[in-house]
């Protein structure tokens, strides 16, 4: 009989030794006992809480993204400025959070973007975390611009942090965070200097 209160203490160990792995050996190489074994439990441990790797994975995405949601809700927060600018600038920073942008979570979410194209459920997590993002920035412009400008602003925004996180990733090297936000606050100041023109 396990005992009361482990399950999420079981299911963090077993999230943390999922990027763990996917960091030292990729997603492909990432294998059920492999990951068990960086979490000193047994493979059948893996198969009770989450049924299979995809489920690890699934739950895995959904650490990061409450990571990435507590990073942006946690600058917006603490913000003096309600304008939308500072609420916009508090998003980009939030996307390019230390939980986003470190080895692990960026190679687990490529891992995540390449296996959401073939898994169902993947797919659904991926539309939400889009959603979430394009919306939250088309609040925010909407405050400054008219409808259709707004919406153009937050696809461009959002395919930006997409683009500068991308980039980062792939370059073997450590993110360069400052220099991300320095672009897309350029792009900001850019749609939003629309609204007094």
């Known amino acids: 009989m396990p005992k009361v ?7 963090s160990q077993l999230i943390a030794a999922t990027l763990e792995a996917v960091d030292q050996v990729g997603m492909a190489d990432a294998s059920i006992a492999y990951i068990a074994r960086l979490a000193g439990v047994s493979n059948g441990i893996i198969s009770h809480y989450f049924k299979d790797k995809n489920g690890l994975l699934e739950a895995t995405m959904r650490h990061l993204m409450k990571a990435l949601r507590e990073a942006v809700a946690g600058r917006r927060e603490a913000l003096t400025d309600d304008s939308p600018q500072a609420h916009l600038r508090a998003m980009i920073d939030g996307n390019f959070d230390d ?15 390449a ?9 659904r997590l991926q539309r939400v975390n889009d959603h979430r993002l ?7 412009f909407r405050r400054a611009l008219p409808q259709d400008q707004a919406r ?5 925004l959002a395919s930006l942090i997409d683009g500068l996180w991308l980039r980062g990733a792939l370059s073997g090297e450590t993110f360069d965070t400052a220099q991300a936000r320095r672009i897309a606050y350029d792009y ?7 609204a007094g023109a």
Not at 134 to 140: A, D, I, M, R
């Open 188 to 194: 900001l100041d850019l749609q939003l200097a629309k």
């Open 5 to 11: 209160g482990m399950q999420p203490i079981r299911r």
């Open 99 to 113: 939980s986003q942008v470190s080895g692990p979570a960026m190679k687990t979410w490529l891992a995540f973007w």
């Open 134 to 140: 394009y919306s939250n920035l088309c609040g925010q």
């Open 152 to 156: 153009h602003a937050a696809r461009g």
């Open 115 to 123: 296996s959401s194209m073939h898994q169902p459920a993947l797919r």
